[in-house]
Each structure stands twice: as C-alpha cells, then as structure tokens.
C-alpha cells in the first residue's frame, strides 16, 4: 500500500514520473480527440474509434480516481479538494451519458474539457500563482476597477459620437462595449470602428490612458511573481 | 448625529460597510438602467419601469447627498470637494429633465454616467494613483510629447507615400493621422492600410521606433506604483 | 545684449520662458496650417488665409534664428549644431519656394515638418534620452538584430505555407515581409492572414516566440531610464 | 597559418574584422538574391545574373567553410558543432542542385535561408539568450503551460457559443483555435471574431485573463536579461 502511495502522490521517483507522464499523456490524448470529434463531417468509422478511445481513457481515469482515494491519508478532504473534484468530474460526462437520452448530451460533453485541469497539478504551478495573486491583489483589484470603469466610459462615449452615423453597429452601449473591448486591449478585430472626427479624436484620447490601464497589471504580477520566487528560495 | 456620521462617513464600521455598499448596488443599478435605456426598439413598458427605476435611485441619492452635507465637518469644502460635485451632478440632469422641454434632453441625459465615479470614492485608488503619477510625471509627460511627436510625424510621412495610391483613405494629413493611431497602439482596424512598397517601408520603421516610445510609460508607471506602495507602507 | 541672452537662451527667467511659449505656440500653429493646407478641396480664401499665416510665422522664425546666432557665443558651433540646423530647415523652403517654379514644391513642403523637432529643445529630453540609449544600447542592437532575423525567417516560412493558396497575396517573400511586420508588432490590419493549416500553425509558434522578442526591448529601455535618472539624480 | 587562424576566429584584430564583414554582407547579398527570386514573372536575364551571384556566394562560402576547419583546434568538434552545420547547410544545397533533377528543388531551395544564422555567430549573442533563458527557464516553461491550456479553453468556450451562429468560421475547435490565437496575441486580423453576445461577453473574460498570461513572460525574460548582464559584469 505504501509503495502504491508513493507511486501515486511523489513524482519524484521514477515510477511516481512514469505514472504522472502517463496520466499527462491520457489527458492530451483525450482532448485531441475531444477536438477531433467536432469536425464536421466526421466518418462514422472515425466516430466508433473515437468512442472507444474515449472509454477506454475513462476507464482509466476511473482507475486512476479510484488509486487516488485509495492512498490518500484523509479521503475525505481529497473528494472535495479541488483536483478531487477535477477528477471526478473528469468522469462524470461518460458514466451519465450511459443513462440518458443520446440527444441532450452534446452541450454536456463539453464538460470533458475540465480535464485539461488534471496538467495543473504538475511543477507547484499553483502553489506560486497563489502566492504571486496574493502579494499584488490589492493593485489587481484596483487595476480591474478602473479599467472596467474606462470600458464604461469609453463605450459611452463612443455611442455619443458614432450612434448617428453608424446607428447599425453602435445602437446602443451594449454594442458599444464590444468596441471598447476589441479596441482597448488592441485586438482590433475590424467589424467595428469609428468614422466621425469627434469619433476618432475620443478613440485617441481613450486609447491613450487605456492602454496603461489595461496593461499595467502585466508589470504588477510579473515583479509580484519574481517576489514570489525569492520568498520560495529564502525558505528552508 | 455622531452615530449617523460614522455610518455615512466611515466604510470601517459594519453599518457604514452596508451603507457604502447600498451606494454602490445603486450606482450600478443605474448605469445598467441607463445602457437598457439606449437599446433600440424598448417597449413602453419597459421604458415606464426603467423611469420608475430611475426616479427611485435619484430619490435615494439625493437623501446620501443630504446626509453627506449634514454629517460633514466643513460644509462649504465637501459641496465644492471632487467627490461633492460629482455627487451633485449625479442627481442634477433628472431636477432638470422635470422643468425643461424632453426633446433635448437625450445629450444631457449621458450626463448620468458620471455617477461612475461615484465608485472610486472606495479603496484608497485616488491616493494612489495620485502618488503613482507625481512619481513618474516627469517621464510621462516626455515621453507623451515624444509619442505625440511621432505620430505627427509618421502621419506626415505616410500621406507623402500614399496619398496619390490611395486619395480617399489618405486624402489628407487629418485622415493620417487615424491611421497613426491605429497602427501605433496596434489596434490595426484594417479599415486603413499602406499598399505602397513606400509606404509599408515606413510602417515598418515607424513601428520599430513607435512601439517602444507608447509602451514604454507603461513600464515607467508599473515601478513608480510599486514604489509608492512601499513609501505608504513606511509610513506610520 | 546679455539681457536679450537670457531671454533667448535661458526659460527659467520669466521673460525666456515667455520667449519659449511663443516659439512653442508658432511651431503647433505652424504644423496645424501645414496638415489644413493637405485637405482636399480647400478654399482659396482659405488657402491665402493659410499663405498669410505661413508668411508670418516664417518672418517670425527668421528673427528667432537671427537671434539665436547673435547671442550665440561660438556662432559656428551653434550654426553647425543639431537645434541650429533644424532651425535653418525650418525656414530654407520658404525662401526657396519664392525663386522657385510652384509645380515642383509640394514634395519639397513636406520639409515643413522638420520644424517639430524645435519642440524637443525643452526639458532635457534629449539628454535623458541619450543617456537611456547608451546604458541599454547593447542588449538593443542585439534584440533588433534578432528580430530583424525572426522577421526575415517567418516571412519566409509563410511564403512557403501560403504561395499556392494565396498567390497573389504572398507571391514573394517581399509580399510574406508585410505580413510578417503587421504580425509580428500585433497590429494585424487583416489585409493579409494565412488560410492553410500549415500557415496557421506556423503564425502561431512564430508568434510565441516573436511576441517576446519584440516586446522585451520595451522592458529593457525602460530599466535604463529609470537608472538614467538615477545617476542624473546622483549628480551635483 | 597562425596569423590565418587569427584572421578567422578574432574579430578583434583589423583583418579578422574585415574577414567578418565580408562574411556577414555576403549573407545579407546572398538572402537578398534569395528573395528576389522569389518574385513572380523575373525575366530570364535576372534569372542568370542571380544564379551567378549565388555560385560566387557559394564558392566563398566554400572557402570560409574549408578555411574554419583548417585553422580549428578541434576540427572534428567544429564540424558537429552548431555554427559548423549551419556552414555546411549554407552551401550543400547548391552542390546537390547540381546532381538532381531541378523539379525537386524549389522547396529544397528554402534551406538556403539557414545561412541567417551564420549572422548569430557575432556578439555574444548566443551566450547571454542562453543564460537569460537558464535563468527564467522554470517561469517560462510554466507559463507556456497556462498559455496553452488557456489557449484551448477559449477555443472551446468560443466553440460553444458561436458554432451554430457562424458554422462556417467556428465549425471545429480546431478553427476556433485559429481565432484564439489572433485574439489572445491581440493580432486580431478580423477574418473570425464573435457576433453572438454569449461569444463576446466570453471573450472579454478571456481577453482579461489571457493578456496577462501571455505577455507577463516577456516581463520574466526582460528582467532575466538584465540579471545576465550583472552576472557578466561580476566576472573577471
């Protein structure tokens, strides 16, 4: 049991990497094949393989669930920790897609997706983006509000200048909004965009202060996640 | 009295947690009723309960309003202070929608979004932000003279390339000057572009230098931030 | 005459900084004239309103460049000087345009443009800037050598994804560079984008890898400036 | 030969220096007759004169290739190091055009375009990316990580929401990963974009998140740089 423990939860040693690598492997097999299966026009025989890839990567994933509460010191807190209830969820869409009516299910199938989760557990990625998230929270929050605020104000603006001349794609601020956010993080998409002057001139200014809004959060975490390693390297 | 100016005056204590969060409930109330507003096609029925809506939220904030004079230690700062005169104008376009004709009123009426700043009365970010700025003013300001600068220039320079190539979409230095815009902060609608071999020539050498000069303050103002948090943290 | 060199030459008494507004405020009037005089259909009154306006500011700036010589101690160096040459510019096509056939002048007028670069005479810009530039001039020659290159193989490697779905959009790999630049720097007008599986794939590891490349420069310009101002601050 | 030996490995001394140049503007004249190939409809007589150019290109670059290993301590080491295969990939393409036939060729031509690399040999380039990348390495690999995973989720979220809307651009998760990739590196050609509301209320979630995953490495690396450089400097 406690060889089996140690294959389970240590990655450090060589059979605990090999299941890891496996399970990791079982994880991007399954989401190809996820993908696959919403191209259009997919042969039926391609279908059937599929279908039975996706059985057997649940089967395993129920053997892997099942290993993982099975060595687990406190069962109960390992149900409804969150990778517990990644895991399970993981499962979950295949066993009840067994009982129920075929034609509901394609919305639920989605739902497979939450095992791209299961890779999160690997290399203290969630350990670091805690502590990083938690040393520039307040200037996150911030930062979030005024660039909200700025999305507010720079969709009301727009639909001041632009609803007369363009009353199809700026008729209301709902629609506006979706200017401000295709222009203030400069994706820029192109379906939408000023053509009054006063329009033009609003975009600059808004431009101007927005984009230091938006993007200075970037610098904020990056310097916090630096931090972060630093505090990790000073503890024994 | 006094208890009545703890609430209204300090977020500390737990009634004035609820009454600032009441206040802020109502400022986002209102500017969902005001984005409702602008949607084409509203029934009427819609349009009397958003009126009520909007009745009920003027009819609070000019009892917050009231209080906030009544509380105030010095009367005469608070009505002229920043937060006073947004407070004010908050309610001011609906007394005056009672009295005048409703044709004009539609312009005026974008005046109610100012009560978003209603929100930023929360958190500190004034004082921040404002010691973040006189920290890095002196860069900022340079480098946006330098970035105005630019963009003049590499207007000018892509209305000598493309005018005779494209008359309509660089028929002048003004209608450049959109594209400067949009192609500096790397928005790029694609509504207008350089054909010429010239002109793509001059896109690529302007963007080179243009997109450090805009992105650079960024930077400048991230650090600036980070130190005057640690300057607030070193004061008792 | 030491009065009128203070005047000139320094904007920190009261009637330099005067002297230096009024050069300031010429330039912008200058340069909104020149981007009126680009539009399209403009009026004959207008278009003498604008010579009359032209005529003054030239006369104007002579004086200023008269004077700046004379208080000038060593007249040749300031003659020769970087602000002496751009203030020459500024006027020589006037007086050319007076000797000269009108036809061939429109091109030769857009030296106007040069004038903006009186407006970097204040603040110091210059000389931080320079100072910025030299602490980081290493890692920059490197960073645009390496994106240079990136830009070289990318448009190369689109060109061969491309040319045969695309013919006529990524024909050469002159064509595939403009894409490269408007992906690269992220503007994406949309003028031109990759169709085939094989181009699509390729945009995205390229732009893994070129979003840094272009982008860190940004960082490391601004690091330098701040320790630019640093050492300025050091100084006696 | 040990004043040869000086001439191709010292940069330092005048004819070494001159012997790089030399290389260096051969590899810019060769990737520059490369390019204009590639253009359409070239007359038979450009033709020529470019497989003239590339011939002498070639037999220069024969000469330096047999002249590097000749003054090599290790010879054997040279030719399997880095630099040593991209000057034996430079000029192989030419010697085997020579014995196939010349259909086969035209994508075989594209590894001419390795000789880019031959301009890294310089600068001390190669050495610090490599310690920057050491140093940041951990950070980076985990947020490709997160990008990826982020990546494909958005790809899924838009799936959902825009399929039945737009079959034709969101048929697949493989071509809503196309559209991910344009929105989350802010390129935003405009070829796909969301016209549902679901679709782009997601994607200003995801744009918030995303743009922080995606652009905080180049913070990581910028900051890993100038690390390196103090490290460099610290050496005798």
Known sequence: ?????????????????????????????????????????????????????????????????????????????????????????????????????????????????????????????VRRFHRAARIAKEELVLFASVALILLYLSAVGIYYFERSAQPDKFGSIFQSLWWAVATMTTVGYGDVYPVTVGGRLFTFLILMVGLGIVAVPTGLFASALSKARELESDEP
Chains 1, 2, 3, 4 share one sequence.
Request: aromatic share 12%.
């Open 1 to 125: 049991m406690s060889r089996l423990k140690r294959i389970v939860e240590s990655p450090d040693t060589p059979a605990g990497l090999v299941f890891d690598l496996v399970v990791q492997a079982l994880v991007i097999l399954s989401l190809v094949s996820f993908s696959i299966e919403t191209l259009p026009g997919l042969s039926s025989t391609w279908q059937k393989r599929l279908d039975v890839a996706e059985a057997v990567v649940v089967a395993l994933f129920t053997v892997e669930y099942v290993l993982r509460i099975l060595v687990a010191d406190r069962k109960r807190s390992f149900i409804f920790s969150f990778f517990g209830i990644v895991d399970f969820l993981a499962i979950l869409p295949f066993y009840l897609s067994l009982g129920i009516d075929l034609r509901s299910i394609r919305v639920f199938r989605l739902l497979r997706v939450v095992r791209v989760f299961k890779l999160a557990r690997y290399g203290g990625a």
